[in-house]
């Protein structure tokens, strides 16, 4: 089954650090993966996202200069390292594929971890 999956959520104070890991059941090196993010009662927006050479990187206005994204092409793994994290972070993020980050429709979408930001 062709499946992504993430991992690195938890429960974290106020200005904490998180890293988020994406993993997949198969190659992710012709794929671009974006993390995206979803609060409670609120849509799901797209955070990151990486191009598949991982010469292009690009940030939701909310996360620029705190969040970063990374991938390892040994461990087929996709990381978000959160600093500075702040209670509107807290959401379940998710991480899926596509063939470019410009392109509209993203699959292979995982189950989800959640983050919690709270004193």
């Known amino acids: 089954q062709v499946q992504l999956v993430e991992s690195g959520g938890g429960l974290v104070q106020p200005g904490g650090s998180l890293r988020l890991s994406c993993t997949a059941s198969f190659l992710l090196d012709f794929y671009a993966v974006a993390w995206f993010r979803q609060a409670p009662g609120k849509e799901r927006d797209r955070v990151s996202c990486?191009?598949?050479?991982?010469?292009?990187?690009n940030y939701a206005d909310s996360v620029k200069g705190r969040f970063t994204i990374s991938r390892d092409k040994a461990k087929n793994t996709v990381y978000l390292q959160m600093n500075s994290l702040k209670p509107e972070d807290t959401a379940v993020y998710y991480c899926?594929?596509?063939?470019?980050?410009?392109?509209?429709?993203?699959?292979?979408w995982g189950q989800g971890t959640q983050v919690t930001v709270s004193s």
């Open positions: 899926a594929t596509n063939t470019d980050c410009s392109d509209r429709y993203w699959s292979n």
């Open positions: 990486i191009t598949y050479n991982a010469e292009s990187t």
